[in-house]
Each structure stands twice: as C-alpha cells, then as structure tokens.
C-alpha cells in the first residue's frame, strides 16, 4: 500500500517525460540524383515545446512584440531540371531559398516598425555573425495591398492578418559560411552532438554545389512557441571514389563517428530514401535501432548512374514552370530590366503572381512597361490581370512591383521595364564598387487553376513541380566615379605647395656665392 504513491508519482512523471519528447521531431529526406552523380538531403528539426524553445530567440520576441520570423541563408541556385521538384515523396518539401539572406518578420501592431525591425536584425546578426543589419529602409519592403505573405516565399503560406505588421528585406551579397551554421546548429536540442544533428558537418555541407539553411520561429496567439529549422544540401558521392556510397562517406569528408542514433530527446527520428524509380520512400527509423555509417546506404550506385544518363532527354527536359530575370541594354546610365514566365506544362493552365523588390538607385519608368506573349502583346494584356507598381523615394523606400497573370499551357509570357542608374555619393559605394551592385531575387508562385483542378490537380500536380521559384539574383554596374581623382589631387597640390615652399626659402635663405665671399672677407682684401 505504500508503493501506491509512489508508483502514481513515476508515472506521473514518465507521463510528462513523454509530452517533453513528444514535442521534438527530426526528419531526413535523401534523394539520390545519380545522372548527375550528386545526392539531395534534407534535414528537418521542429520543435512545439516551450522548454526546448531556444531562449536567445524567446528573448527577441518579448522585447519586440513579434508574432514570427523566418530567416534563411543560401549559397546557390535550386533547379527542377537538375535535383527534382522541391516537392518530396514523403510529402514534405524541400525548403530552398535564393542566394543571399533573407528575412522575414511579423510584428504585432504598427508602432515602431522601423525600430523593431533594426533591433531584430542587429540582435540576429549578432547571434549569427551576419550582417543583418545592412537591411535598413532602402531594402526592406512591407506586402501590397493586394498581396499575401506567400507571394514572397513566406513560410509557412499563411494568409494575412490585419492586426500584423509583416516586413521583408533581403542581402543577394550575404555569403553563407561556418560561423552562420554553426549557430543554427546550436539551437537544436542534441545540438550536432546525438541525432540527425550529427550528420551535419559545417565545412563537408559548405564543399556541395548548393546549401540553404532557414529558420522559422513562431508564437501563436494562446503562448505556443514553434521552431522550424531546415537544412538542404546536395553532396557528390563520387568525390569519395566509391561505387557505394555510405552516410558517412555523404556528410563527412575526415573522422566521422561510427554509427548514429536518434537523439534522446526527439519522438520521431527518421530517415527517407526515395526510390526515383517506383516513386516510393523507404523508412529508417532511428528510435528502433542505431545506423552504421560505414554500411553501404544505395548499392548499386554506378548502375544507376549509367541508366541514367542513358536517357537521351535527362538533358533536354524543361521545367514544368521557370521564371527568369535579365538586365536589358547597355552602359552605366540607362538600361532595363526584363521578366520571363514561362508554364511548359502541356495541359495545365498556372495562375502567377510575379513580386519584385528593386533598390531606389535603380529608378524604373512605369510608362516604359511592355509585356509580349509568344510575340504577341495584345495576348500578354489579355493574360496580365494586375499589374501593380510603388515607386522608389530617393534613400529611401525601394520599387515593389507585383503582377498577377494566367498562363495556358506551353505559354511564355515577357515584360520589361526600363530603368536610369542613379548616381551615388562617394560614401555609398562599396569597397568593390566597379564590380557592381548586387540586385536580390525575384518571386514567382504558380498554381494550378481551381476551374482545371479535375484534370490537373494540386495533389496530382505539385508533386512533380515546384510552386514557388526565385529568379537569379542580377549584377548591375552603376556610374562609378574617378576614385583615384583625390589622390592625384592630394599629390599634385603637395607638389605645388613643395616647389612654391622650396623656391622661396632658397630666395630668402641662401645667399650667392659671390656676395657671401664679399661679405666675409676683411675690409682690407676689400679696397
């Protein structure tokens, strides 16, 4: 009978221990691309649990009454063609940014945005040795009215909210590197010591062809905190010369530990291979028993590659849907910037909003606006539905444009702005100036139409596809002054000054020799 109480307590507190575990999940998605002799992975970490929420980011919400962030870093540039839609088997996507940073805030109420916003970015820059707080008023960006916060790659798609402020800014010139991840990895609760954690190797994950790391942090109304992290790499197992490649061959390029195991912390720890073939995912589960990381992990490697890239059309295939961005003309007083938005799906019709965000130096004319569609403008008007415009002001405010369009099926559609360089004080250029100003990207969304849902749809569709897009990020010089103009002005007025100086104290100081000679010698030598 004196058992009874305390058998109650353990369970009691077995019965809390496993709503603590139950509040953290980690999830990898591998998917083998070996026509191209490279290997997509995916890691994914969330946490719905107020202990395991990261108390330095706790701390920025109270101070600044924010509702959520999401902040990514990217080195790269995803493409279909070329690793698969970002949409996975399993049914979760893979999370992929534009090169750059970016950064994405909800705010409570509309009191002292802009000062919010500037602590924000200066505390995660701190934390994550960026340099967030480059993104002051000439790049950040509010929605437009029309407009919802999925339209900008937000994460999750949600749709808007009167009582929030939501804020946007981004940094094409923001190189990725260890002292970003390092950080993030930190902010797991095994950290990279247990778990999927452990695969991640900041130098091995830096070597692939594209990384993109995010973070998306949350706190709903009722006091719930979110954490969603994300890491998306694509490795290359030929680097390591073997026909069967391994995980610790894949994410370790010196000493790896020799097996990994779930991390005591997390409910659901595992790991997807997708099988390109069947279109089928096979399951790891972690929680049963620990991974070797020296057992070959895809057997038959090489066959597969060969099979591969014996399919005459791997190279010739097109997106289903691609949006493109250029610069236009010549110079570095006048130019143009030109959009295109194509949909090679053969049945389906897409629904497209186009949003872009370009600096104020950049001054762009909307009556210069012109859109063609397979050549034709009088079909691009019929597809453009809005096309919406907010001009920059000078320092301040960038242009945001956003339009909204309907592409048929094998349609191409292409609009094109003009633009004059501005030209910039000596104290705003960069260091690099002659290389040019980076331009971040664009947005692109494509749907399915809700009228051909029937013949073409969402669930049928979006796997094989993915719906949001970011166009390349665009270099774009600007008129740059003679820096070497007050150097030769500093050396020639020193010149100037030195001969003037020097050819005066000779007058006024030495003497001729002659007169010094007479003014020396005795008065008799004189007469």
Known sequence: MKMAPLVAVLLCLLSLLHGALAAFTERLTLRPLPAINQVLARFEFSVDEDALFPNVLRQIFDKHDTESLHLTFSVGRYADWRYGSAQSFSGSGFAHSPFGTRLQV??????????????????????????????????????????????????????????????????????????????????????????????????????GEYLSISLFAARSADGQWTLRQHLTTVQSPSKHNNARWSLGSLFFANEQPSEIAACPLAT???????????????????????????????????????????????????????AHRFVTGYGQVRGGIAVQLKNNHPSCSMHVFYHDVIPWYLRLYFHTFRATA??????????????????????????????????????????????????????????DANRGFDIASGVATFDVLDDELSTCGKASASPYFTTTLFTEPLLVPLPTPDFSMPYNVITMTSTVVAFFVGTMLNALLRKAPRLKQMMTSSPDAAK
């Open 106 to 207: 909800a705010l409570r109420g509309g009191v002292d945005v802009q000062q919010r916003w500037r602590g924000i970015t200066a505390e995660l820059g701190g934390i994550f040795s960026a340099s967030l707080s480059q993104m002051d008023e000439t790049v950040v960006t509010g929605i437009m009215s029309a407009s919802t916060p999925r339209e900008l790659g937000a994460f999750p798609t949600t749709n808007v909210d009167p009582a929030l402020v939501f804020l946007h800014g981004s940094l094409a010139r923001e190189e990725l590197c260890t002292e970003n991840l390092t950080p993030w990895l930190k902010m797991l609760p095994c950290r990279a010591v247990a778990g999927l954690g452990a695969l991640i190797d900041p130098i091995n994950a830096l070597s």
């Open 374 to 431: 397979g050549g034709s403008e009088q079909k691009a008007q019929e597809l453009i539905q809005t096309f919406d415009f907010v001009p920059a002001e000078l320092r301040g405010r960038p242009n945001q444009l956003r339009l909204e369009a309907v592409l048929p099926a094998n349609t191409t559609l292409i609009f094109s702005l003009q633009m004059e360089k501005a030209f910039l004080r000596l104290s705003e250029h960069p260091p």
């Open 268 to 322: 659901d720890s595992v790991i997807h291979t997708e099988d390109t073939k069947s279109l089928g995912v096979v399951t790891t589960d972690l929680r049963e028993k620990s991974v070797s990381l020296a057992n070959p992990w895809f057997e038959d490697w090489k066959t597969a590659a060969k099979e591969a890239s014996a399919k005459a059309n791997y190279k010739a295939q097109e997106d289903v849907v691609s």
